[in-house]
């Protein structure tokens, strides 16, 4: 495996992700794809947030020079088999808790990492990471308190595990990053695919020292 560090980019408006990343002592570029999420559409929902990864993660490595790897993600609810994304109003947002609580949901997020060789797309890996949430039963109240913050019209399914939302998540089975929005352990196994380790991405203040 190489040595050296390489350029990643992150493709992706998402604090949670990069915050993910940074945490995890990696020092990502971030641009944003701009892609049109609404016109996409898939069968599924775990087959929905992979077909809009690798569009992100295609759009902005479509557009660098030289070597890059390039990673692109997207996250939906899954309830009752409907994909639930972010909600358009605070009424959506209100309706949206008092159908999750005290229930069971699946969080897909969808994971595209591309390598950039020469300016050129070189090689490109596509998956899913699935984790069930199981949520608290907040009053009315309380759901009027969570969605007026304004967080859950900014985050996939109305919530977050990492903020405000945390106080209403009863237990997570499965990786707790894939509900933040990016899944560690499934990203250094797309690396490894790809000949690469940990240690080649771009590290914080001399983090993750190969």
Known sequence: MRSTRMRFLLASASSGRLRTLRQAGVEPEVEVSGVDEDAVTAATPAELVQVLAHAKAA?????????????????????????????????????????LRGRTAVLHTGHTLIEVVDSAPARALDRVASTEVRFAEPSDAEIAAYVGTGEPLRAAG????????????????GDHHTVVGLSLPLLRRMLLELGHAV????????????
């Open 59 to 99: 759009s902005v490595a479509g557009r660098q020079r030289g070597t890059v790897l390039v990673l692109g993600c997207d996250s939906m609810l899954e309830l009752d088999g409907a994909a639930l994304g972010k909600p358009a109003s605070v009424e959506e947002a209100v309706r949206r808790w008092q159908r």
């Open 158 to 173: 109305a919530f977050t595990i990492d903020g405000l939302g945390g106080w209403f998540v009863e237990a997570v089975t």
């Open 199 to 210: 240690t080649d991405l771009p590290a914080r203040s001399g983090e993750l020292a190969s």
